[in-house]
């Protein structure tokens, strides 16, 4: 099946600071990669699409100069985390998707922990 | 009115029985419909996909999509307390391919030994 990587798995960092999440895709090149934040006993949000090459579409609500997106490669996408604050602490999982796929498989996660 | 809707449980069934969750969606344009199986702490793992009407089965499991009721369900058959967990039913609104991905808000599934 598909894999998809992330790193770190869990990451603590002083407010203000900036946290680089990497997502990638081990067995398969991914056209689509989406990004989701996940808070305590919530269902998924998503906040952005991005296609490798072009800039990344962000849901409404989403501060895009925050959560600094790249999907520069077919198998890497990086979500940044610019001057965190506590309330960005959260579980953010990435999902890939191939061109010809119609499934989304998830990255195992990241937690982050703004202190 | 929300996309996608489960109820949220708990649902509890004993080790060995069936459990049946249930979803709707609002699109009726909606092509594709996934499960994914979520421990609690860990990400999202897809365990089926349905594309057209009827069931679809993997071993235990069995989706059912009927799309002029808006309605997917799936069945795990024989149930073991390793699949409780938080299924959380996915429906691509608005034609395919995996975009526009909307979750429910999940089930959360407790198989009593």
């Known amino acids: 099946g598909a894999v998809v990587s992330q790193h770190p798995s869990r990451v603590i960092c002083k407010s203000g600071t900036s946290v680089k999440i990497e997502c990638r895709s081990l067995d398969f090149q991914a056209t689509t990669m989406f990004w989701y934040r996940q808070f305590p006993k919530q269902s998924l949000m998503l906040m952005a699409t991005s296609n490798e090459g072009s800039k990344a579409t962000y849901e409404q609500g989403v501060e895009k100069d925050k959560f600094l997106i790249n999907h520069a490669s077919l198998t890497l996408s990086t979500l940044t985390v610019t001057s965190a604050h506590p309330e960005d602490s959260s579980f953010y999982i990435c999902s890939a998707r191939d061109f010809q796929g119609r499934e989304q498989y998830f990255g195992p996660g990241t937690r982050l922990t703004v202190t | 009115q929300k996309e996608v809707e489960q109820n949220s449980g708990p649902l509890s069934v004993p080790e060995g029985a069936i459990a049946s969750l249930n979803c709707t969606y609002s699109?009726?344009?909606?092509?594709?419909f996934f499960w994914y199986r979520q421990y609690s702490g860990k990400s999202p793992e897809l365990i089926m996909s349905i594309y057209s009407n009827g069931d679809k089965e993997d071993g235990r499991f069995t989706a059912q999509l009927n799309k002029a009721s808006q309605y997917v369900s799936l069945l795990i058959r024989d149930s073991q307390p390793s699949d409780s967990a938080t299924y959380l039913c996915a429906v691509n609104l608005g034609g395919d391919g995996a975009n526009n991905l909307f979750f429910g808000t999940g089930t959360r599934l407790t198989v009593i030994p």
């Open positions: 699109d009726r344009g909606s092509q594709s």
